[in-house]
């Protein structure tokens, strides 16, 4: 499963080296929530509410 999520994220063997698998998974992760479409998204108001 961990090769298969590295082929889609496009790293190579050599990338490996420089990456641990919490990172690759983070990667993945990311790239995923990257197409989720929010329907709310925070602005400064909100920030300075918080």
Same mark, same amino acid.
């Given at each position: 499963?961990? /090769?298969?999520?590295?082929?889609? %994220?496009? +790293?190579? /063997?050599?990338?490996?080296?420089? %990456?641990? +698998? ?29």
């Amino acid at each position: 499963m961990f /090769l298969l999520r590295c082929v889609q %994220l496009g +790293i190579s /063997l050599a990338d490996l080296d420089l %990456l641990t +698998i919490g990172m690759v998974n983070d990667m993945y992760t990311e790239q995923m929530n990257d197409e989720v479409k929010y329907p709310l998204k925070a602005n400064q108001r909100d920030f300075d509410q918080f």
